[in-house]
């Protein structure tokens, strides 16, 4: 039987969208998604932040490939390297881990909407990350995440290497 609506992949990038928005919300930031289609950047969305937005690439997988410690690896394009090289402000790669099955993602518990889903970041660094990033699972994505690009973002501004 053939579903109707987007395929398991559109789904994944929507809801990688849909959980960054959520998180986003949660801290009290908004975000402009880049337009389907429109991201010669290698940009999905930008997170509007107190200074100045900043860049988000996003990634959404349910087999992420890992690396020592259980870290997550992606693999760059040269051309995504290319554009975030050029790129004043900070750069963020973000994956959305999900469930295989598409209809465990999200849990309706009682009276309350559970995420079973986890994501993870790396900030962008063109000394470092010429073929992949690593996202450490140390660095989860949540609220708090937030204040720590401000302080990354500052830090920019006050001088200091992107």
């Known amino acids: 039987m053939s579903r109707l609506g987007l395929g398991v992949d559109g789904a994944k990038s929507r809801y990688s969208q849909a959980y960054l928005s959520a ?18 950047w290698a940009v999905d969305t930008t997170v509007d932040l107190t200074a100045a937005p900043v860049l988000v690439q996003l990634k959404c997988t349910s087999s992420p490939k890992g ?17 975030w090289s050029t790129k004043m402000v900070p750069v963020y790669v973000m994956l959305v881990v999900v469930p295989t099955l ?10 309350q909407t559970v995420h079973r889903t986890h994501a993870y970041w790396e900030r962008f660094d063109p000394k470092r990350h010429k073929k992949a990033i690593v996202l450490p699972r140390s660095q989860r994505f949540q609220a708090s995440t937030l204040k720590t690009w401000e302080m990354q973002l500052n830090d920019v501004f006050a001088g200091g290497a992107v």
Do not use: F, M, N
Request: include cysteine; hydrophobic fraction near 20%; proline fraction near 2%.
């Open 67 to 83: 690396k020592r410690k259980g870290d997550y690896r992606i693999p760059l394009k040269a051309h995504w390297v290319d554009s």
């Open 23 to 40: 998180v986003c919300s949660q801290s009290g930031h908004t975000l402009q998604e880049g337009r389907q289609d429109e991201d010669c």
């Open 102 to 111: 598409q209809d465990e993602w999200i849990e309706q518990a009682g009276e």
